[in-house]
């Protein structure tokens, strides 16, 4: 699968700079955790596509870590 293809979550483009596009199947909560595994952002997603500003964030690899109703989902992501 392609990078950021983890069956029901897809995260792109990776690396970003301002904005996140998600796409999982469900309503979900997203948060995104730095190395030291802070919460560094929270946002709940409609689900279908959503659209996350990551502009605040210092650029990084983080964690993005999605909340389902029966699973957690999670992906890398590179903000520049």
């Not at 699968?1 to 998600?22: R, T």
């Not at 959503?50 to 992906?75: F, K, N, T």
């Amino acid at each position: 699968p392609e990078e950021g293809d983890h069956g029901a979550l897809s995260i792109h483009p990776v690396p970003a700079s301002q904005w996140l596009n998600v796409f999982v199947d469900g309503p979900a909560e997203l948060r995104m955790l730095n190395i030291s595994g802070q919460h560094v952002l929270i946002q709940r997603l409609a689900g279908g596509g959503d659209v996350v500003d990551v502009s605040v964030l210092p650029s990084g690899v983080y964690v993005a870590r999605v909340q389902l109703v029966d699973r957690v989902l999670q992906q890398r992501v590179v903000v520049e």
